[in-house]
């Protein structure tokens, strides 16, 4: 039935200063967009590449529902020290690499609102190895 994580959603202080953490920063696809009758952009599809996206809305728009409990949002990477260089380079804040208790290479940091993000590579010993596919 559920095969693939579709997007994660963010409400954002700032649209625009988002757009540009994802998409100049991280290097993400600007994927559509939503606007409202009077043709302002209210929210971005930001593609993460084969069928995943972040959603992005002015959060102008209502409040995360009460009690939401969203702990942060894990992007896979191929080459994580190349990775974690790169943006480093484009002035983002990661932290330094760890091999997590999982087997897998992580590092993190934090969208313009706090988000939290953290950067997988798998490793073949990975405890996620056998469902890769």
């Not at 930001?46 to 995943?52: A, D, E, K, S, T």
């Not at 191929?78 to 690499?97: F, M, P």
């Amino acid at each position: 039935m559920i095969t693939n994580l579709a997007h994660v959603c963010f409400r954002v202080s700032d649209l625009e200063r988002s757009l540009h953490f994802y998409c100049d920063l991280l290097g993400l696809e600007p994927a559509f967009e939503f606007r409202n009758a009077e043709g302002q952009r209210f929210g971005q599809y930001v593609h993460l590449g084969g069928r995943n996206f972040i959603e992005l809305f002015d959060a102008q728009l209502g409040a995360p529902a009460e009690g939401q409990s969203y702990g942060h949002i894990c992007l896979e990477v191929k080459d994580i020290e190349g990775t974690a260089r790169a943006l480093r380079e484009r002035g983002v804040e990661v932290t330094e690499i760890k091999l997590g208790r999982d087997q897998s290479y992580q590092a993190w940091l934090s969208d313009p609102d706090g988000n939290r993000i953290e950067l997988h590579d798998y490793t073949p010993q990975s405890w996620q190895a056998p469902w890769l596919r």
